[in-house]
């Protein structure tokens, strides 16, 4: 069955601090992943796909097929960065399909 | 060039009566997509619309159904209500491989 785990409900860190969310996906075949993001009182928002391989607002997300893991990461969290993260994977071709895992809150304290 | 608009952006509804939700899709997407997000969890997929037919669909009952129009806006409709149908409707517009963009939801409670 397709799925997409995220393992942390609730993740809190310091500003400075490094901030890793975990993802983990279950999909037989090549899925494309991404990671959404909601800021407060705001709409879902794309932040990164995997196959840009881009750096956006200096997170970075790795598809590691091995492990079925798309870990999202930031070396220095910042308190803006505090938001409702959600990996997503698309499988059927189109990026409106997804499945989106539950999401985690990431809380970056002063 | 304007977003994805849903409307309303909250009601309520008795259980058993039918309610209808709209979204108009950014300009230049042609496909859209309606999701169902219920408290603390992901948004769930209910089904697409690409050229105003169905392409894709959810783990969700006939009672929920979709138009989308020649201007690419859509409708969700769902009948006889039920409590557990109490969320958030997002509705995301795209076009190719474009990134969808997502709309800021609908909130439905039942009661």
């Known amino acids: 069955a397709q799925r997409v785990t995220q393992p942390e409900k609730l993740l809190s860190v310091f500003k400075g601090a490094p901030v890793e969310l975990k993802c983990n996906y279950s999909?037989?075949?090549?899925?494309?992943l991404f990671w959404y993001v909601q800021y407060s009182r705001q709409r879902l928002q794309l932040l990164l796909r995997?196959?840009s391989r881009e750096s956006i607002k200096g997170f970075t997300a790795d598809l590691n097929k091995g492990e079925t893991s798309f870990h999202l990461k930031k070396p220095f969290a910042q308190e803006e960065d505090s938001a409702m993260y959600y990996c997503a994977l698309s499988g059927g071709g189109s990026q409106g399909n997804l499945i989106f895992g539950k999401g985690t809150k990431l809380s970056v304290k002063p | 060039e304007t977003g994805v608009t849903q409307s309303p952006t909250h009601l309520i509804k008795t259980r058993g009566q039918q309610v209808t939700l709209r979204c108009s899709s950014q300009s230049g997407h042609n496909t859209v997509s309606w999701y169902q997000q219920a408290l603390g969890q992901g948004p769930q997929f209910i089904f697409q619309y690409y050229r105003e037919e169905e392409n894709g669909r959810g783990n969700f009952p006939p009672r929920f159904s979709g138009l989308q129009f020649p201007n690419y806006s859509s409708e969700l409709n769902v009948n006889a209500l039920e409590l557990d149908d109490s969320a958030l409707y997002l509705c995301?517009?795209?076009?190719?491989?474009?990134?969808?963009?997502f709309g800021s939801g609908t909130r439905l409670t039942v009661v």
């Open positions: 995301a517009s795209g076009a190719g491989t474009i990134s969808y963009t």
């Open positions: 995997h196959i």
């Open positions: 999909y037989s075949g090549s899925p494309e």
